[in-house]
């Protein structure tokens, strides 16, 4: 197998490889920070590479595991396999900006929870990733940060917020990464980078020690090339910590047990009309059809059904503006930050509250709605990925309308707290990824998991990989250009 080859193999059979001593985690991690090196200049998938620290990690992991007492048998999940960790998960000692360049020199004091099990599973942190500024947009290009791209395109947006991880994972700098979801973060980069995204459910994966996000809108998730290496981290990530305010019971089997399993014959419902949005772009909607043809062929029941968002947008925009206020000065942030930070402010002070109260009344309505069918099958975006910096001279208010249509099928989902994964649905005649959504009911990930395995199998999209021909400097300078 060689280099490439082997950067584009799964987590797990990674991880398998390692146990069976066929690569050691210092040259598994060595492989991929040289691609880093190499590559990432032109993707700036990454804001902080942790190259000596991964490097000594990687040096215990392949000196315990040449000792001859060794048992590989009994090491965790991921023992020595790289991961990439977005840069809103402080890491200790490692700066967490958030998507803020004011705050590139601040340093972590202490892991976030999620990241604690993810180093007990075994993982070697490589680094943090690009996020846009503070999250609220859908594409890395926060100020004072290169711009993310896209691997399939360099032209294009790699998706946002979670779009380093993402960008990363497709290009091989990663085997896999965690991202983060309080409107879409992890299912548009998914998306836009041809991977596999899962948003669990709201209380799945613990938000200690830092606390809850948005009140429960905002969930960790897991970017990889495969469902069963999604499901296999989402199974690390999860778990109740003492005090936290959310959780769910552990389900019946593991996600990545999930994968094996073929589900029963579900009711899935679908639609690529979602008011008052409208109907998604022809090759989106293609998408939605292909995908539900599939899963009729594989003996479930499809319906078609009807989607209204309306009143969810006006307590959502509150919601969302008051994301932004994070104590740092206006002036250092970008214009569409800008922008919802002054309105944020000039609400009255029970606009929040109202908002929250209004969303959990529509969340309790929108569930009970779809309560007789199994998963639903939407659109990501309502079009396909825009290039880099393709609304960044328009006024935020207009660059606000944009994002409010495109991420339309995302975010209703982080009010109702259902669990969500993204799958690669094929490309757009320039080449660049689709995917589709299915959406489970609360904490059904194991659901949404199964289906998406077994069209995974049925179809060959995950397959297929970047041709990162751009790797030539001349075709990079020649795609910036464009």
């Not at 001859?68 to 999940?77: E, G, H, K, Y």
């Not at 070697?124 to 926060?142: D, M, N, R, V």
């Not at 100020?143 to 032209?155: D, Y």
Request: charge should be positive; glycine fraction near 8%; include cysteine.
């Amino acid at each position: 197998m060689n280099s490439t080859d082997l950067a584009f193999t799964s987590a797990l059979e990674q991880a398998q490889l390692i146990r069976n001593k066929v690569i050691s985690p210092l040259e598994l991690t060595q492989l991929h920070l040289d691609r880093i090196q190499t590559l990432d200049a032109s993707l700036n998938s990454f804001f902080t590479v942790m190259a000596e620290r991964a490097i000594a990690e990687a040096k215990a992991k392949t000196e315990q595991l040449a000792a001859p007492q060794a048992d590989s048998s009994s090491l965790p999940t991921f023992f020595g396999v790289p991961i990439a960790i977005k840069d809103f998960a402080p890491v200790a000692g490692v700066p967490c900006t958030y998507g803020i360049h004011l705050l590139k020199k601040r340093i972590a004091t202490e892991d976030a929870g999620l990241v604690t099990r993810i180093r007990q599973a075994g993982f070697t942190i490589l680094g943090k990733t690009a996020t846009s500024e503070i999250g609220t947009s859908p594409y890395p290009e926060s100020r004072g940060f290169p711009p993310t791209r896209n691997p399939w395109n360099l032209s294009y947006t790699s998706g946002g917020s979670s779009g380093g991880s993402a960008a990363a994972v497709a290009a091989g700098l990663c085997a896999i990464a965690q991202g983060g979801d309080a409107g879409g973060s992890v299912r548009i980069p998914a998306a836009c980078c041809g991977l596999v995204g899962i948003k669990a459910s709201r209380g799945r994966i613990s938000s200690a020690p830092l606390g809850e996000k948005l009140g429960g809108f905002g969930v960790e998730g897991s970017i990889a090339r495969t469902v069963a290496d999604a499901a296999a981290l989402l199974d690390v990530m999860s778990g109740y910590v003492l005090g936290d305010p959310y959780w769910l019971p552990s389900p019946p089997t593991s996600f990545l047990e999930a994968t094996k399993q073929s589900p029963a014959n579900l009711r899935i419902g679908f639609a690529a009309t979602i008011q008052p949005v409208g109907t998604a772009h022809p090759l989106c909607a293609q998408a939605v059809v292909e995908t539900v043809k599939v899963l009729e062929n594989l003996g479930h029941l499809i319906e078609p059904i009807d989607l209204d968002f309306s009143e969810l947008i006006d307590p959502l925009k509150i919601i969302w503006q008051a994301t932004v206020d994070v104590g740092v000065p206006r002036i250092f942030l970008g214009k569409l930050n800008r922008l919802l930070l002054k309105r944020s402010r000039s609400l009255p002070s029970g606009a929040y509250p109202q908002a929250m109260m209004k969303l959990n009344q529509l969340a309790r309505r929108l569930i009970a709605d779809f309560n007789e069918v199994d998963v639903l099958v939407l659109p990501v975006l309502m079009h396909p990925t825009i290039r880099v910096g393709e609304w960044a001279k328009l006024r935020a208010a207009k660059e606000l309308e944009n994002i409010i249509r495109w991420i339309a099928p995302c975010p209703p989902f982080n009010v109702t707290g259902q669990p969500a994964i993204v799958i690669p649905a094929g490309f757009t005649p320039d080449g660049l990824p689709l995917g589709v959504q299915l959406v489970g009911r609360p904490g059904a990930e194991t659901t949404i998991i199964a289906v998406a395995a077994q069209l995974e199998r049925a179809t060959s999209w995950n397959q297929h990989h970047p041709p990162l021909h751009w790797q030539d400097q001349k075709a990079v300078g020649a795609a910036k250009l464009k």
